[in-house]
């Protein structure tokens, strides 16, 4: 059974709970008299009950891999075959070491857009190296 997406009601209605906003887009149980939500009719998003849990098995997996929380270079070395790295809360020049070293091995992050980031780092260190020359010259 594919997994449900459990969204407050009204959601899309309110500008501050929008698509743009997704860690404001969290459950809370429909708590009005007449909510079409809280009685359950039909047409209306599902809300949370016994029985939408999933599966031991794929508890805590993340694309049917164990997560492995990754703060440097070292720990990304434990990372197995059956695996995913999850980068923690680095600053911006120890990621961008960790994602090279995880392009290298082949190894997959899932919490950050690999080609994105280092293609950002990238124009960054040009945009540097041509500020310095510019410098040389005055």
């Known amino acids: 059974m594919p997994r449900l997406k ?3 009601r009204n959601w899309s209605k309110a ?3 929008g698509k743009g ?3 404001k887009q969290v ?3 429909a708590k009005g008299r007449h909510s079409k939500m809280r009685n359950k009719r039909k047409g209306y998003p599902a809300i949370v009950e016994i029985g939408f849990k999933r599966d ?3 508890s805590g997996l993340i694309e049917d891999k164990k ?7 070292r720990e990304l070395e434990k990372v197995k075959k059956g695996e995913i790295a999850l980068i923690g809360n680095i600053g911006n020049k120890k990621r961008i070491e960790i994602v090279k070293k995880a392009k290298e ?3 997959p992050i899932c919490n950050l857009n690999v080609g ?3 293609k950002k780092a990238e124009k960054k260190t040009v945009k540097k190296e041509t500020k310095t020359e510019d410098k040389k010259w005055i």
């Not at 997560?67 to 270079?73: D, G, T």
């Open 6 to 8: 459990f969204l407050r």
């Open 15 to 17: 500008s501050r709970l």
């Open 21 to 23: 906003r997704k860690k």
């Open 27 to 29: 459950w809370r149980s």
């Open 56 to 58: 031991k098995k794929g």
């Open 67 to 73: 997560p492995i929380l990754v703060k440097n270079l």
């Open 105 to 107: 091995k082949g190894i």
């Open 116 to 118: 994105k980031l280092l």
